[in-house]
Nanobody, 121 residues
Framework: QVQLVESGGGLVQAGGSLRLSCAAS????????MGWYRQAPGKRRELVAS???????TYADSVKGRFTISRDNAKNTMSLQMNSLKPEDTDVYYC???????????????WGQGTQVSVSS
């Protein structure tokens, strides 16, 4: 069984910084693309940033220049450094990973449980 666990959310003032982390564990053969998504109540979940296993990154226009995604392939972990936070960044942030399982050889899309990020003005 595969699990994604997030950490690092919290409350911060506008202009501040937070760092989110995501760790994948379990019967993993390979972690392909990983990403961070966010979702506000009643709204669709949206991509914030993604990173391939080779390190190619993409960002939503709203976070370019402020957020940085990174990963450690040896540890199956991913981070999101969020700087210059704005009140509109307030959301629940979810970790996502495309994972090839070790024993079943199934390839599935996994989600973390979500972590709240709140930015006060």
């Amino acid at each position: 069984q595969v699990q994604l666990v997030e950490s690092g959310g919290g409350l911060v003032q506008a202009g501040g910084s937070l760092r989110l982390s995501c760790a994948a564990s379990g019967s993993i053969l390979r972690v392909n693309a990983m990403g961070w998504y966010r979702q506000a109540p009643g709204k669709r979940r949206e991509l914030v940033a993604s990173i391939t296993s080779g390190g190619t990154t993409t960002y939503a226009d709203s976070v370019k220049g402020r957020f940085t995604i990174s990963r450690d392939n040896a540890k199956n972990t991913m981070s999101l450094q969020m700087n210059s936070l704005k009140p509109e960044d307030t959301d629940v942030y979810y970790c996502n990973a495309d994972i090839l399982e070790r024993y079943s050889a199934n390839r599935n899309d996994y989600w973390g449980q979500g972590t709240q990020v709140s930015v006060s003005s």
